[in-house]
């Protein structure tokens, strides 16, 4: 593991701070000779959700040595013809993806979208230089109870629809409040892209926000879904996740009753008897309508938005 100090130099960038270490890489913040700032994302030795040290403390101290306190990490998912394996990416995997995130982000034009300003190697690792967004995560607004917007969530659906329909970005793939920056200006940006190595079947998400491990734009609905109802509950819809089985093909009567039994979660207005109506309905279609898209999304919420 690269590991990077205060005030070390690395290529044309000076290390100022530590940031945030996720599944599969830290971050830190770092200056250029014009003084200006941006993220580096450094790829870990392996990682992958559950193979994430949690030994430390988790508290409101960032460190490299600890998971951050408000990451809820990707897992490394591998699909193959009997389904899916969930297991941990070595060094030369993680240099893979970082590369590959770094070509992703450099097709993605949107304000909506963390930049991707260049990518060098150091020490024979690839170092991805990010924009650096000031602001809080969804994350960390949902921690502190502030005010959520549900103006943030229609213009993510509409920014992914523009990637995807000017062939940019097909889909996020790990959409979670970890993953959402809202600036101090109230405009919203995604992070973090899921990192994918098609050719080999490799896709790195979240489970808990992508339970059946989908890799196209219903993941992203679903996973809004999932935000959605955790901020009117406090609680996830799903905590055996992903579906077992996710990555094989369904239609056989014991997979029909395994999805039905699945998406039987607790209706929203059970755990809190204040949830609009027509919003659990959004909730619904989400996570449980397979053919309801961005588009219909975002009908949906200018409809709400609109009655509100």
Known sequence: MIKLEVGEKIGPYRVTEFIARGGFSLVYLAEDQKGDTYALKVGDVAGGGRYVTRFLEITNQRRPEGISPDETPAEAIFFRNDGVRIDFLDVHEIDELIRGEAELLRGGKSPNLVKVHDCFRHEGRPIAVLDYLRGKTLREKIRALEGI???WFLTIVRSLKKLRASGQLDYHGDLKPENLIIK???SVVMLDPAM???GRGVITTTPHYNPFLLRDSKADVMAIGVMLYEILTGVL???EVPWQYAGREQGGEV???SLSYFLSYTP???LNPNTPEFLARIVYRCLTVQDYGLDELENDLVDFLRKD
């Open 268 to 270: 929203p207005k059970h």
């Open 196 to 198: 994918r190595a098609d």
């Open 237 to 239: 819809p799903f905590d």
């Open 255 to 257: 997979e029909r009753l």
């Open 149 to 151: 917007r549900l103006n």
């Open 184 to 186: 101090p200006s109230g």
